[in-house]
């Protein structure tokens, strides 16, 4: 599945960004956008994908974002920001990939 690399403004830090499915989620719809945090990859326990900042449906994104308007993913801490630049470059590229997000969908 493609990815997303993004530099938030807010907090300097580098997220990958990946389209999954969650297995945990409840009903048809499992598909999720995961944000990563890249500061620890291959460090202090975590893999490639560096430490696992947040996951939300991708109706929630897709749903819920307004132009410009970024994301806390740990309300009230100064990290796990993304900004509203990142955002939106984030939502154009889950639309860019709706075709392999409808692809995950279970029929």
Same mark, same amino acid.
């Given at each position: 599945?493609?990815?997303?690399? &993004? %530099? ?7 997220? *990958? #960004? ?10 048809? /719809? @499992? ?7 890249? !500061? ?7 893999? /490639?994908?560096?430490? *696992? ?7 929630? &994104?897709?749903?819920? %974002?307004?132009? !410009?308007?970024?994301?806390? =993913? ?6 796990? @920001?993304?900004?509203?630049?990142? =955002?939106?470059?984030? #939502?154009?590229? #889950?639309?860019?990939?709706?075709? @392999?997000?409808?692809? =995950? !969908?279970?029929?």
């Amino acid at each position: 599945m493609s990815e997303l690399l &993004i %530099h938030s403004s807010e907090d300097e830090r580098p997220y *990958r #960004v990946k389209l999954a499915e969650d297995p945990y989620i409840r009903g048809d /719809d @499992k598909r999720v956008v995961q944000f990563w945090d890249l !500061t620890y990859q291959n460090r202090n326990g975590f893999g /490639d994908d560096g430490q *696992r900042a947040g996951s939300y449906s991708i109706r929630t &994104i897709l749903d819920s %974002h307004s132009p !410009t308007v970024g994301l806390d =993913m740990l309300f009230g801490q100064p990290y796990w @920001k993304i900004d509203g630049a990142s =955002m939106d470059a984030v #939502v154009e590229w #889950v639309l860019s990939n709706e075709r @392999k997000v409808d692809d =995950m !969908t279970p029929r």
